[in-house]
């Protein structure tokens, strides 16, 4: 037999298939097993004769929470359709949890009747006995023996003897199957249905009428899974299917669940049957049966149903033949590689084998095919997320177009943002979040909302908030093809040496001087009107200064430039390789010492030959021309390969026949050029790398397109790995600490600095009101106070030195300021940590020392339009470690204006404006094939689909955009919010595990569909204790996580316990005091071993009236309600426990008693931090250890001096319980020292 093997799909998902067991065979890359290709492949490939590409990138439209919000909807309308059902059956709409379970449980029950008619328990309270022995066996999930075990110390009170339970277990373990002699028979008893069957029906029965019967459309959302019970046990397989599990590799049984997709309420199940059964037959069974139980075998119409699987269900025939031909629609779904999907990825396609195969590596795209099956279209996707994944999905309802979902990290960020009456104030406070230096009342969040005297200033700032946020996919989106400080950064890079082309060259010059730390003169900018205007003035300007007239031809050029030494003409490298007139101007240059050396330097780092770095500026232009000299006078068609290796020379010269005998690299390029000159017909022929090639072409390219190049580049950011990226996430996380040092040191009284700051806020990414494409993300924006009235807001630029050596130059610098201010003989105690500078002055570039940063600095100016950014450089602990306020003038702004014009005009327009042409598509090409994504070049069809969803982003959404969690296509975001449904009910079981104590296939099949009516009872009392009011819920998730923080399935399995031993207790009994330890509230669940628990009964007081959130703040309220005279006693004791009680220090552990089990730690209510220490007489965590978020506090003294009635004072460290309990310490020590002295001590 063929064997059964999965591969990882990348990033496809789905969980593992269920196979039959097999024999192994060797390792086939198909996607799928052996066997289902086989078949799949005579029913031939379906590739471009079949499906057709749709070709619409240009329409590519985005949208934002959609899928959230139809699931929220759909949603609501299953929930209201299940109370609706409840009020007829329970009698109410939100019905008490008695009534759930005797619907589900009680002796009316399907359930019930099932087991009572195969006779398995003599009376309904039998059954119940069995039901509460099976649910505390799941809730503590405590196998058979460790529950009956003698040191348990679980309540089994109303439980089952061993005996008994075992004894039932049995029953049902051979229940309506043969007898041990009758199964060794070769076939089975004709006519025989075993329990298991019975009881499967059962569930589908009342599923049905629950859950499904008279639901109100138009469409009911379902989705089909399945779950994979393992099954170690007896060899006899009662009538179902016996599995091998590939990802857990054991044993088992498959059950395939039908789901309401939102609600997560299971409608239908059916397991996996002997002989031929499979996922197809068990899909229909479940469809037939449960959804068109009046149709024939594989017909019905199943228009009214939308169905979402996950990939391991669709197969050509259930696809094509069962679905689309019932009608059903296909919202969402994933499918893995097989022959009947038109699209797959890492595969060796064959000949006959005519599906598209999609690259797992290059940039984000999508790719959509359409068919047409049974007269409707069907879509297939393939969406390559960029980081190595491909993923398969297909719809029926979406594929048309090409539609991105930005999926919000919060969906409850969908109110606001969609509030169409909500305030351009309320945006803004979404995105610029005021930076909180004090924490009073036990307050911890690091930000607050902006002050309204500092939000009117945003309002005169020339920006306009895109997101809330830094750093997160919309951050990364909407920077692209824009100009921001790093795009900017090397752009100039790109182009110096080489501004004449550019409109506002002087500006570029102005820039590029203030950059290399020259003086600029800031007076009169010379932008393009001024050097106009000095044209005009100086008469024919253009003959003096050797500029081209438009009707003057490249060779008239090259003839004035070598007569008259001219130095204007721009060298490059293309055009001294082609040029001989060229190289004799670059020579003329350079003997009258009129070269421009950027020009030289350029030509030589495109040659391979990294130029001098020397400091002494002489000598490094010395050096520089004697290696340009070498390359002016080689041989021509030597030139290209001058500065190449010694191995590459080598090569060279092995094929013109010349032999090197182990010279140095100068030895054999002079070979070879004296062997050039002497055989003019000899041919150089180099194989370039690929690196190499791209370096040729790049070379080749346009100045124009040399810009576009870099653009695109900036736009798609190589991911940090190792080192880089935990010192740059450790920088983002010191940035707020950095600055709240520095607000609160420049609000210290003396403190020497520029000016002082009041406040600080966050900014998102913004851009230019008047310049779209110039965008900006800042660290923070600061306001400072003048003459304590006016505010003036100032940028403020962190830079974190993580690293030890960037931690040490910072340092560095920071007294290289100090020595240039001349501040370097200060003492110590007096010396500044602020300075100011001038962006045009010639110290700027010696106190702010990387360009980059500089850059930094000036872009933040212009888009902000501020006069002062500030600098601050931060250690590794949080701390300033200097600052500089630099003042950018008007000018300077200016010109950095019309070299981000310049950009934009050159590469940059097309992409804004529709009416503007861009570059034509093999220039474009050319561009895309030198960007390097994923270890891939740039395709043209994913940088188009970026580029449109990028437009549609920009200009048909509502700004600012809420942080996301990821940008995918759209149906995988439905796909996301349906396959939860399934998932749910599977993750409910496995975290609930209960024990079956025969080996019997057919008491584990039982045993999972106990569980299963569980979860039936916990979804419907969850429904019920929901607000009456749906709609008071934000979204699908707020719903769940109240629900489930009203009742997690433990907790509704200890309701199911604890209904069942009322019913059984006597009616005299008084309820007792504390719960009883088998219901929620009990100390710590049941272990495998309780040989080393002591239970101890305290008396702990309890007043209901206890804080349990803002614990300080409601102190502090009680205290004010103390002083007005409205204080109860409850409330007055609460007051006084806080103040008068010394603290019973404890260490929380797991309530399953591992020592970091759930429940061991929490946040410390005096600095928030996670700890083990828990006071008895507060019920709250508190730090008995110094944290790192203490020492952050506002006025925490780290150390504690005792002076008693010793001699010697007492030194303690300062810890958050000390300082909670110093009061009623001081007060318990004081009534000590009372009775001491009352005995005379």
């Not at 009662?238 to 309420?265: I, W």
């Not at 570039?845 to 888009?863: D, G, M, P």
Request: with cysteine.
């Amino acid at each position: 037999m063929a064997s059964v093997r999965f591969e990882d799909g990348g990033d496809g998902g789905g969980d593992d298939e269920a196979s039959p067991e097999v024999e192994p065979f060797g390792v086939v890359d198909r996607g799928m097993a052996l066997e289902d290709f086989e078949r799949e492949e005579a029913q031939g490939f379906d590739g471009p004769n079949v499906w057709k590409a749709v070709d619409n990138v240009d329409e590519t439209k985005a949208t934002i929470g959609v899928a959230q919000d139809a699931a929220w909807n759909q949603a609501r309308v299953e929930m209201q359709f299940i109370r609706q059902k409840m009020e007829r059956l329970c009698g109410s709409q939100r019905p008490k949890f008695a009534a759930i379970f005797n619907l589900l449980f009680g002796p009316e029950s399907e359930v019930y009747r099932c087991f009572k008619e195969e006779k398995i328990f003599d009376c309904h309270d039998d059954f119940l006995h069995f039901v509460l022995t099976f649910f505390l066996s799941s809730s503590y999930q405590v196998s058979t023996k460790q529950l009956f075990d003698k040191y348990s110390r679980i309540n089994l009170e109303g439980a089952l003897s061993k005996e008994e339970y075992s004894v039932y277990w049995k029953k049902i373990g051979t229940a309506s199957l043969p007898s041990l002699q009758e199964r060794n028979r070769s076939l089975t008893p004709t006519g025989m249905v075993p329990f298991w069957m019975k009881l499967e029906g059962s569930i589908n029965n009342y599923g049905r009428e629950i859950f499904i019967e008279g639901f109100p459309g138009p469409v009911m959302q379902v989705t089909l899974d399945d779950d994979k019970p393992h099954a170690h046990g007896n060899t006899y397989t009662a009538g179902l299917k016996s599995m091998r599990h590939v990802k857990d590799n054991v044993p088992g049984h498959t059950l395939h669940t039908l789901v309401l997709s939102y609600s997560q309420v299971p409608v239908q199940i059916a397991w996996e049957r002997e002989v031929n059964d499979s996922s197809e037959t068990a899909t229909e069974r479940i469809f037939s049966q449960g959804i068109t139980p009046m149709a024939a075998q594989g017909g019905g119409d199943l228009r009214p149903i939308s169905c979402a699987k996950d990939r391991g269900y669709w197969t050509h025939s259930i696809l094509h033949q069962y679905f689309m031909k019932a009608g059903a629609k296909i919202r969402a779904g994933t499918v893995k590689r097989q022959p009947c999907i038109p699209m797959t990825y890492r595969q060796n396609i064959t000949g006959k084998d005519t599906r598209v195969d999609v690259p797992v590596t290059g940039a984000r795209t999508l790719q959509i095919m359409e068919t047409t099956s049974h007269g409707r279209k069907l879509y297939c996707q393939a969406f390559r997320n960029g980081t190595g994944g491909v993923t398969l999905g297909i719809s029926t309802e979406h594929g048309a177009l090409p539609e991105w979902e930005l999926v919000l990290a919060k969906p409850q960020d969908l109110v606001w943002y969609d509030d169409p009456g909500l305030s351009e104030d309320d945006r803004l406070k979404k995105s610029f979040l005021q930076l909180r230096t004090t924490f009073d009342n036990g307050t911890k969040t690091l930000y607050e909302d902006l002050a309204a005297d500092l939000l009117s200033e945003l309002h005169d700032l020339p920006v306009r908030a895109l997101t809330t946020t830094q750093g997160s996919p919309e951050w990364f989106m909407l920077r692209k093809f824009s100009l921001t400080s790093s795009t900017t950064d090397r752009a100039i890079a790109a182009c110096v040496g080489d501004e004449d082309w550019l409109e506002h060259s002087a500006s570029w010059m102005t820039i590029k001087g203030m950059l290399e730390g020259l003086v600029v003169d800031v007076d009169e900018p010379r932008g393009k009107d001024n050097a106009d205007d000095d044209a005009a003035n100086d008469g024919d300007a253009s003959v003096q200064s050797g500029a081209l007239s438009d009707d003057t031809s490249q060779q008239e050029a090259e003839e004035q430039a070598e007569g008259n030494g001219d130095n204007s003409v721009k060298l490059s490298l293309a055009g001294l390789l082609d040029s001989e007139g060229l190289i004799q101007t670059a020579k003329h240059q350079i003997q009258f010492d009129e070269i421009d050396m950027a020009q030289v330097r350029a030509i030589l780092k495109e040659l391979g030959k990294n130029p001098s770095a020397a400091k002494d500026e002489a000598k490094k232009n010395k050096t520089d021309l004697k290696s340009f000299n070498i390359f002016l006078d080689a041989e021509p068609r030597l030139r290209r390969h001058v500065f190449k290796t010694k191995k590459h020379l080598s090569a060279i010269a092995t094929k013109l026949g010349i032999a090197d005998d182990g010279a140095n690299q100068e030895t054999i390029r002079k070979a070879i050029d004296s062997h050039l000159r002497s055989h003019p017909e000899a041919v150089i022929e180099v194989t370039l790398s690929k690196q190499q090639q791209k370096k040729e072409q790049i070379a080749l390219l346009s100045d124009k397109n040399k810009l576009l190049l870099t653009v695109v580049k900036a736009g798609y950011l190589d991911p940090l790995k190792g080192d880089a990226k935990k010192h740059t996430r450790r920088g983002h996380q010191l940035e707020c600490h950095i600055m709240r040092a520095c607000l609160r040191e420049l609000d210290e009284e003396g403190m020497d600095s520029p000016m002082k700051l009041i406040a600080a806020c966050t900014a998102p990414l913004v851009e230019r009101k008047q310049q779209r494409y110039v965008r900006g993300s800042i660290d923070f924006l600061a306001f400072a106070s003048v003459d304590d009235i006016d505010v003036v807001p100032i940028g403020v630029e962190i830079k974190s030195r993580v690293a030890a050596r960037t931690d040490q130059q910072a340092t560095h610098q920071a007294e290289v300021i100090r020595r240039l201010l001349g501040e370097d003989r200060t003492p110590r105690q007096r010396q500044r940590k602020y300075f100011s500078v001038r962006a045009d002055s010639d110290k700027f570039k010696r106190i702010v020392n990387s360009t980059h940063e500089a850059i930094q600095v000036l872009h933040h100016a212009f888009v902000y339009d501020l006069e002062y950014v500030l600098l601050l450089v931060g250690d590794n602990g949080g701390a300033v470690v200097y600052g500089v306020f630099v003042l950018v003038s008007d000018a300077i702004k200016e010109a950095y204006g019309d070299v981000l014009e310049d950009v934009y005009s050159s590469c940059l327009r097309w992409m804004y404006d529709d009416n503007t042409a861009g570059p034509s598509d093999d220039e474009l090409q050319t561009v895309l094939d030198n960007v390097e994504v994923n270890k891939s070049s740039l395709d043209g069809h994913s940088f188009k689909m970026e580029l449109a969803l990028w437009k549609d982003i920009n200009n048909n959404m509502t700004l600012p955009i809420p942080r996301l969690r990821h940008i995918i296509p759209l149906i995988f975001s439905y796909w996301n919010t349906l396959k939860g449904g399934s998932d749910a009910t599977t993750n409910l079981i496995w975290h609930c595990q209960y024990s079956v104590p025969n080996n019997e296939n057919q008491s584990v099949a039982t045993a999972r569909m106990l569980s299963l009516v569980g979860v039936h009872v916990h979804r419907m009392y969850q429904i019920a204790t929901a607000r009456e009011d749906l709609n008071r819920y934000s979204c699908l998730k707020r719903f769940r996580d109240s629900a489930t923080e009203r009742a997690s399935f433990k907790k509704t399995q200890f309701l199911i316990i604890d209904h069942i031993t009322k019913h059984f207790a006597p009616e005299e009994t008084a309820a007792p005091v504390t719960p009883p330890r088998a219901t929620a509230a009990a100390a710590g669940r049941g272990t495998r071993s309780q040989a080393n628990v002591e239970r101890t009964e305290v008396a702990l007081i309890v007043t209901n009236k206890t804080p349990k959130r803002g614990v300080l703040a409601k102190y502090s309220s009680l205290e004010e309600k103390l002083v007005s005279g409205r204080l109860d006693k409850a409330s007055q004791f609460v007051l006084e426990r806080s103040k008068g009680h010394a603290g019973i220090p404890v260490k929380r552990i797991g309530d399953n008693g591992d020592l970091n089990g759930k429940g061991s730690r929490g946040s410390c209510i005096v600095c928030g931090a996670q700890t083990h220490c828990f006071c008895l007489h507060c019920k709250q965590f508190m730090c008995d250890t110094q944290s790192e978020r203490a020492l952050k506090l506002a006025a925490w003294k780290p150390h504690v001096i005792i002076n008693g009635d010793s001699d010697k004072p007492i030194h303690i460290q300062r810890t958050c319980f000390y300082h909670y309990h110093k009061q009623g310490q001081e007060m318990a020590l004081g009534d000590l020292a009372k009775r001491a002295a009352n005995l005379n001590l």
